[in-house]
Nanobody, 118 residues
Framework: QVQLVESGGGLVQAGGSLRLSCAASGRTFSNYVMGWFRQAAGKDREFVAHIYWSGGSTAYADSVKGRFTISRDNAKNTVYLQMTSLKPEDTAVYYC???????????WGQGTQVTVSS
């Protein structure tokens, strides 16, 4: 069974940095994509970034482009989200998710809170 465990959230001042991790287990992910999403209080969940396990192709939401970097360590089955120049509007619960490339995200982590103070 696929499990995703996020870590690395916390409280940071505006302009600061955090690195989120998502450890994946339970299967081989070679034809999967790993995504980061976030949901702020009272708002819909939104896409942040994704990376393909095979090949490493990435994509980002416009709101985080140039500030966030998604990467992976295939040996550790772990995906990272390096967040820099954080803004109060980045405050949200961040989730990692995975699914077969071209299909929906089937597996989700429990989420990790990121709070950016002004």
């Amino acid at each position: 069974q696929v499990q995703l465990v996020e870590s690395g959230g916390g409280l940071v001042q505006a302009g600061g940095s955090l690195r989120l991790s998502c450890a994946a287990s339970g299967r081989t992910f070679s034809n999967y994509v790993m995504g980061w999403f976030r949901q702020a209080a009272g708002k819909d969940r939104e896409f942040v970034a994704h990376i393909y396990w095979s090949g490493g192709s990435t994509a980002y939401a416009d709101s985080v482009k140039g500030r966030f970097t998604i990467s992976r360590d295939n040996a550790k089955n772990t995906v990272y989200l390096q967040m820099t120049s954080l803004k109060p509007e980045d405050t949200a619960v961040y989730y990692c998710a995975t699914g077969v490339v071209g299909k929906r995200y089937d597996y989700w982590g429990q989420g990790t809170q990121v709070t950016v103070s002004s």
